[in-house]
């Protein structure tokens, strides 16, 4: 039954004229029957709404089409009919000759009237409800839009009319072009031509103004304010013009229109929809609700037909935001290149639909659900108006032999626990029911017949595992066809958590954490991790709980444990526990509750007793232990620098990368940029150096250069000078490119994110920690990894570049100590020299091997810069720092020399290493010494040169 609420009607208010001079006789006297408009009256005892009393009741017969009104009420001295609610007055209604709608007074009322009205034109009382019961849309007329012309009826797409809400007008108020085309958008049409605003139609003086202040900050509905009460005049009425609609059919291959519950290749405005990415089960479900269905069963892609390929493809990238709401969707009906026939949608739409054809009427229903049809009662009606005959059919009852829909549909399970799965099966007699999973078959499960046609399937399932996961199907055979019912199980789960790992010292390492990933569901991963020699901290992890004494809650437990002396140990207890999220420990009994649910809003008191909730908890807070978060790849828009691989894709700790400046473009090096600026933009990203920094044009061309002139005082970027305006020297090959060294975590798709630590040091990551968390926020769960994953890093222990300064002659011996896992050998190489085989090495245990090189009467030529090397699988590991061996030695001797009298002799002395604190100068045999002149501002005294 449609039901919509009309324009008031011109009769009502301020359309009458009249006289009070006559020339009329008795027999023109007008008799009346009447419907006051009185407002409800209070039993001054009682305060209680009384019904109105002073209605005159005109008899059932009268044939005036206006006033065959009469009331049923529900007082037991006035009971005709018994009133249920205002679905029941309209039901009277429909059965009633000549009924066109009701009124129905106020709920609060100790006696509930209906009056049955034989008008269209209908005014609801202050209070009251009224409704026509004529051919038009109830979800629009009694809750949305309409556009009318001057004599209120409905326009079409194009038509310039009145914009109504709710019968009455819309005020100006705030009113703009967003709030246009939300409103056409609204009632189904493509856009807004036009809109203005005034007294245009006589109808506007009779009707109310319903709406003001309407400010939309899009083009939809959803984004709009809006207020029911008014400060305006009709002149401030909108008056709206929209355009295109939206015209869905259902075709089969022929194009011949498909009845309900077939399915059928859509149409929009005779051309197809292209069902890209973004077409999904709400808009699938809106578009069956604009042709009349109820829900969509079904949808698809393909090209099946040669008339499917002629047709032009007319709409595409349907998004509804909303199940139902077509003003929710956004959709493209230009740019369609893109697409192609393959990409057809085909749609199966569930509902009732009704076909006449030449005294024959057909009640089709399509997809027959147990749920919704089983034992409905269907009657046909057939009406003679024009003899003001009516006749009706038996009633014809639908039975549905069938599943009935799972309740819940969907379980959300974490590893470890057990699940039920049922369904029921309702047929006249007693069948087998089985299950499968996807194409696999499981197993029959138990099979119980309940009684009254019903069999009920249950499959148990223990100790569940991520591969659980997926759609269930509870499945049975009758009569030779087949029925099925679909549960979906979700096993939350870590897949892949970080494992120990071994790498060398200078490269990267990277760590895998996988848990369960499902579209629908957002997810968090994040790593924690604690440094070397720490662990994961109880009393930080104290420190962040979400504290509350003296409370309990109860039907959460998982476990609980006896001989629990403190509250940390439970706390403890509950980081090792899968699913836990919330612990109560009572000291008085030394008893740990462990929960798998979150303080509800009503929890028990209980006195000396602590609870927490962790999944608060973002992670251990303190300098030993460090919350490693998981960024997507766009989220580097966000930040002020970023690096990315020669593909685009982000480069992670350790990897060599072009240098970007907010996402935008290249950052030109300049004459300024160097080791400083390069650490202060790598500590800028979260990482704790540069490793190496480099430029040059590696077909980066496309890009615009973004940054210049960067110039830094330290490693901080806050002490960098920089211009965002770009010299004319400036060019790609002058692009920088870096790798930084730390830690970074990109999530990808599905449940992954990877952990890279760049630039490895045995000194920074050996024997660091790992754990991986997963945080499901919507359903409350978080995981976390049992183990942490321990870190060993093969590379030279604290051996950092040193200067050795020695007099020649003397010895000097240099170590350095290579930790691995086994016996290596460990020697030196010189620079320039290609072998690595001087010192002695020596294995300690443990991985530690320590090689020595020595030298006796040191001479010059031992000078140079020593690195320490390793051999290990094949492999050369160089150490990152060198020592400096620097022999001091004079290398020029003066010599005995014969000069000219009144010439000038010349004699050298040549020293092989010297630094701003070396003093040199002469001594004659008399013991005067003899000095180089001071420099300007200096003076001479006995030691030499001093500064002023």
Not at 114 to 121: E, P
Not at 495 to 518: H, M, Q, R, W
Not at 534 to 553: G, P, R
């Amino acid at each position: 039954m449609l039901v919509c609420f009309l324009i008031p009607s011109y009769y009502y208010r301020g359309t009458c004229s009249y006289s009070e001079s006559h020339n009329c006789g008795h027999s023109e006297d007008v008799f009346l029957t009447c419907i006051t408009d009185v407002e409800p009256t209070r039993n001054e005892s009682t305060d209680e709404p009384t019904r109105n009393d002073s209605t005159v009741e005109p008899t059932e017969n009268d044939s005036t089409e206006a006033d065959i009104s009469f009331r049923i009420v529900d007082e037991d001295s006035n009971d005709l009919t018994e009133f249920r609610s205002f679905e029941s007055c309209q039901e009277w209604c429909d059965d009633t000759p000549r009924c066109k709608g009701v009124t129905v007074s106020p709920e609060n009322w100790a006696a509930r009237e209906c009056f049955l009205v034989g008008t269209t034109h209908i005014t609801a009382r202050s209070g009251w409800t009224a409704s026509s019961l004529t051919d038009c849309d109830q979800d629009e007329e009694l809750f949305g839009f309409r556009i009318v012309d001057k004599d209120g009826n409905d326009l079409t797409a194009g038509g310039r009319g009145l914009l109504l809400y709710k019968g009455g007008t819309v005020c100006d108020d705030s009113f703009n072009d967003y709030a246009a085309f939300a409103i056409c958008k609204e009632m189904g049409y493509d856009s807004a031509i036009a809109w203005e605003s005034g007294n245009y139609f006589d109808v506007q003086e009779d009707l109310l103004i319903k709406l003001d202040d309407v400010s939309c900050s899009e083009q939809s509905w959803s984004s709009c304010s809006y207020t029911e009460t008014n400060n305006c005049g009709h002149s401030e009425d909108v008056v709206l013009t929209c355009s295109g609609t939206h015209d869905f059919k259902l075709v089969d291959n022929e194009g011949e229109e498909v009845t309900v519950g077939e399915r059928g290749l859509l149409l929009h405005n005779e051309g197809t929809v292209c069902g890209d990415d973004e077409f999904n089960a709400n808009a699938a479900n809106t578009i069956c609700r604009k042709m009349g269905h109820s829900v969509a069963k079904n949808w698809g892609f393909g090209n099946q037909s040669e008339f499917q390929s002629n047709l032009t493809i007319n709409l595409a990238g349907v998004n509804c935001i909303v199940d139902g709401s077509w003003s929710s969707c956004d959709y493209n009906l230009d740019n369609l290149t893109s697409c192609e026939h393959s990409l057809d949608v085909f749609l199966t739409c569930c509902g009732e639909s009704v076909t006449n054809i030449e005294g024959r009427s057909s009640l089709t229903i399509g997809c027959l659900s147990y749920d919704e049809n089983h034992r409905n009662n269907y009657t046909c009606l057939v009406e003679y108006p024009d003899i003001e005959l009516s006749l009706q059919s038996y009633p014809a009852s639908v039975y549905v032999k069938g599943f009935v829909e799972s309740d819940p549909e969907i379980h959300n399970k974490q590893a470890g626990e057990n699940v039920t799965l049922t369904c029921l099966y309702v047929t006249t007699g007693n069948v087998s029911v089985s299950w499968t999973k996807g194409s696999e078959s499981l197993f029959t499960g138990l099979t119980t017949y309940l009684g009254d046609g019903v069999t009920q399937g249950a499959l148990v399932l223990s100790n569940l595992s991520v591969t659980d996961s997926g759609l269930y199907s509870c499945f049975a055979e009758e009569e030779g066809r087949e029925s099925y019912v679909a549960v979906t199980l979700n096993v939350f789960g870590i897949i892949s958590s970080p494992v120990n790992s071994i790498g060398y010292s200078g490269d990267k390492l990277t760590l895998l954490c996988e848990a369960s990933y499902f579209p629908n569901i957002p997810m968090t991963i994040h790593v924690w991790k604690a440094e070397a020699g720490s662990n994961f901290s109880k009393s930080d992890m104290f420190n962040k709980l979400c504290i509350k004494e003296n409370y309990d809650f109860m039907g959460a437990d998982i476990i609980m444990v006896n001989d629990v002396d403190s509250f940390m140990d439970c706390i403890a207890l509950c980081f090792d526990q899968a699913g836990c999220v919330s612990v109560t420990h009572q000291p008085a009994t030394s008893r740990c509750w462990l929960k798998h649910t979150e303080f509800g809003d009503n929890p028990q008191d209980m006195d000396g007793v602590n609870s927490s909730n962790l999944k608060c908890w973002p992670g251990p807070p303190d300098t030993e232990t460090a919350v490693i978060e998981s960024t997507e790849n766009d989220d580097a828009a966000n930040d002020t620098f970023s690096l990315v691989d020669i593909e685009g894709g982000a480069a992670a700790a350790g990897e060599h990368g072009l240098l970007l400046y907010q996402n935008k473009g290249t950052v030109c090096a300049g004459p300024h940029f160097d080791g400083t600026a390069a650490n202060a933009i790598c500590k800028e990203m979260g990482y704790y150096s540069a490793k190496r920094w480099e430029v040059g044009d590696y077909l980066q061309g496309s890009l615009n250069i973004s940054l210049a002139s960067v110039n830094c005082e330290n490693d901080t970027w806050e002490s960098c000078d920089y211009s965002e305006t770009i010299p004319s020297s400036c060019h790609h090959g002058q692009d920088v490119f870096l790798t930084c060294c730390g830690d970074s975590m990109v999530s990808t798709t599905e449940g992954k994110a990877t952990l890279t630590i760049g630039c490895l040091s045995y000194d920074r990551n050996n024997e660091d920690k790992y754990k991986c968390f997963v945080d499901y926020s919507d359903e409350g769960i978080t995981l976390q990894s049992r183990d942490a994953a321990l870190i060993h890093v093969k590379g030279f222990l604290g051996f950092n570049s040193v200067v050795h300064k020695v007099i020649a002659g003397d010895e000097l011996s240099i170590s350095c100590t290579y930790m691995t896992t086994k016996n290596v050998s460990v020697a030196w190489k010189k620079e320039g020299t290609k072998r690595c085989a001087q010192g002695i090495s020596v294995y300690h245990g443990n991985g530690r091997n320590q090689g020595t090189l020595t030298f006796s009467n040191i001479s010059v030529a031992d000078s140079g810069g020593y690195s320490c090397c390793a051999v290990e699988d094949g492999r050369e590991i160089l150490s990152s720092g060198i020592a400096n061996v620097k022999v001091i030695d004079i290398v020029t001797q003066p010599v005995s020399t014969v000069g000219f009298s009144n010439d000038a002799l010349t004699l050298d002395c040549f020293l092989s290493y010297f630094d701003e604190n070396t003093s040199m100068y002469w001594e004659d045999e008399n013991g005067i010494k003899l000095r180089a002149p001071c420099s300007a501002g200096d003076y001479m005294t006995a030691s030499g040169c001093q500064q002023c």
